[in-house]
């Protein structure tokens, strides 16, 4: 049977506003669905050469300029959607380290998930945006190709990961698999979205409507998303981890319930035969515990 680890810590409340749907409060119930025998790893920071692989340099230069300007225990906006506290910086990059060890244990044959925060897959190259500061899944897949060829991405946010769709939007090095709600912010993701120049054909989207179930999803799976894996082959598969397409959750109008994260689960470990990388995006509903908890108890079915 593969291990199952986990990256996670307390240190993400570092980041945090009140009342703002993207706080610790939303990790902490994704943490109660880790199970007891599962191995806890601690989050490391990603270097500026880390996050230089999916980020341009000035945008990282004036996220932290604007972390400085923050006061200690205030907070300001990069964009309508996205605060930063003082400390944002360092645990934005903590939450990236996070998805590069979740890669590092992958190669070392454990099923790893980096439940960590901000969530990442809205940034693109230059701007943050949706809760976003640094994409984490790009970051990651970026790591990855360093020591492989081909790496497949698998959000099923309920939002479309137009973020990590910009950043490898032209690589054939990257296939990128979207499934989510869709005319849902932030209005990108649509079929024709197929990438361009020697990326084209690497970008799948599967916008489902509002209301969408199990049902729906196991067809995307199966006819779209499932194939596209088997025929592009990657090395790794990194699966863009948000429950905001839960029947309960506040930020998504989709009908998923928490078994049905373990189907999907499943789905991807089979694909991959062998260990797969979670990096949590959203989910801010009162059932995304039991829907982490579905995902850990399929990775140990594989």
């Not at 692989?53 to 300001?76: F, I, M, N, Q, T």
């Not at 230059?126 to 790009?138: E, S």
Request: hydrophobic share 35%.
């Amino acid at each position: 049977m593969i291990p199952r680890e986990v990256v996670t810590g307390t240190v993400f409340a570092r980041h945090d506003c009140a009342g703002h749907p993207e706080s610790q409060s939303r990790l902490l119930c994704a943490m109660e669905g880790i199970p007891g025998d599962v191995k806890v790893l601690k989050p490391e920071i990603a270097t500026p050469e880390d996050l230089a692989r999916a980020h341009d340099e000035y945008y990282l230069e004036s996220v932290a300029e604007r972390c400085r300007e923050c006061l200690p225990g205030k907070c300001l906006y990069l964009d309508t959607d996205t605060y930063i506290t003082s400390n944002s910086y360092n645990i934005a990059r903590l939450a990236a380290g996070s998805a590069i060890i979740a890669v590092q244990r992958v190669f070392e044959g454990s099923h790893c998930f980096a439940l960590a925060r901000p969530p990442g897959h809205h940034a693109d190259c230059r701007h943050a945006m949706g809760f976003c500061i640094f994409n984490n899944a790009a970051i990651a897949a970026s790591y990855a190709l360093l020591r492989c060829d081909r790496v497949a991405i698998v959000d099923w946010d309920v939002h479309h990961g137009n973020g990590t769709q910009e950043i490898f939007y032209d690589s054939p090095d990257v296939l990128y698999c979207s499934v989510h709600q869709a005319c849902h912010y932030p209005g990108t993701g649509t079929p024709e979205e197929t990438g361009t120049g020697a990326g084209k054909g690497f970008t799948l989207n599967i916008p489902l409507p509002a209301g969408s179930s199990a049902r729906e999803y196991r067809a995307a799976f199966e006819h779209i998303i499932i194939p596209g894996l088997q025929k592009y082959q990657p090395d790794i598969i990194i699966v863009s981890a948000g429950q905001d397409c839960l029947f309960d959750d506040p930020l998504g109008n989709i009908d998923l319930h928490p078994g049905d994260f373990g189907e999907m689960t499943r789905s991807v470990c089979e694909c991959a035969g062998g260990p797969v990388a979670f990096i949590l995006e959203g989910g801010y509903g009162p059932s995304h515990g039991e829907a982490v908890a579905e995902i850990f108890r399929a990775m140990g079915n594989k």
